[in-house]
T-cell receptor, first 116, second 116 residues
């Protein structure tokens, strides 16, 4: 019973291409997150969203944008892919609202993007 | 500035021994929480334990305990009686904010290897 689904497990794109990474959750969670994971750097927060159409920059938003038109879907967009965006991208969701401090993140399986 | 610091890139522990993984954090938010996640070689992210900033007692979950020292801003994970299956990457994460707006950031991780 997969709860956070990332549309592509592996992608190979060329420099300059526009790339869409899709994430869908079926748990009615308010919060959704996009991270990239690189060896030695851990998970770095790109963008997060706490409600439909709401988005906040994380620690490394440059070169990325996001879209959240529906509660269950959070898309990460690379407007013009570059080789330094080659990475593993992890989507996560989490129930929010009052008294939600202890709620854990549920992660997708990840999308490994290679930009040539 | 790094909000979550994990100073041990890699650690070894003998099977059946206890091990402590270090995590320090930096926040001015009075309401925050600390999480620990495990990432085995399969890549999935597994939640281990949570500690809220207002929790009086240190969190425990089976063989995992969190040594929370608020004044020192540290939240170390203690794994007792290590098992071979504990070999994995371990990430410390911090939730800041309350209510709707909640941000979760991660550290760089510690790779733990359990030796038979």
């Amino acid at each position: 019973d997969v709860k956070v689904t990332q549309s592509s497990r592996y992608l190979v794109k060329r420099t300059g291409e526009k790339v869409f990474l899709e994430c869908v959750q079926d748990m009615d969670h308010e919060n959704m997150f996009w991270y990239r994971q690189d060896p030695g750097l851990g998970l770095r927060l790109i963008y997060f969203s706490y409600d439909v159409k709401m988005k906040e920059k994380g620690d490394i938003p440059e070169g990325y944008s996001v879209s959240r038109e529906k509660k269950e879907r959070f898309s990460l967009i690379l407007e013009s892919a570059s080789t330094n965006q080659t990475s593993m991208y992890l989507c996560a969701s989490r129930a929010g609202g009052p008294l939600s401090g202890a709620n854990v993140l549920t992660f997708g399986a990840g999308s490994r993007l290679t930009v040539l | 500035a790094q909000k979550i610091t994990q100073t041990q890139p890699g650690m070894f522990v003998q099977e059946k021994e206890a091990v402590t993984l270090d995590c320090t954090y930096d926040t001015s938010d009075p309401s925050y929480g600390l999480f620990w996640y495990k990432q085995p070689s399969s890549g999935e992210m597994i939640f281990l334990i949570y500690q809220g900033s207002y929790d009086q007692q240190n969190a425990t979950e089976g063989r995992y305990s969190l040594n929370f020292q608020k004044a020192r801003k540290s939240a170390n994970l203690v794994i007792s009686a290590s098992q071979l299956g504990d070999s994995a990457m371990y990430f410390c994460a911090m939730r800041e904010g309350d209510g709707g707006y909640q941000k979760v950031t991660f550290g760089t991780g510690t790779k733990l290897q359990v030796i038979p």
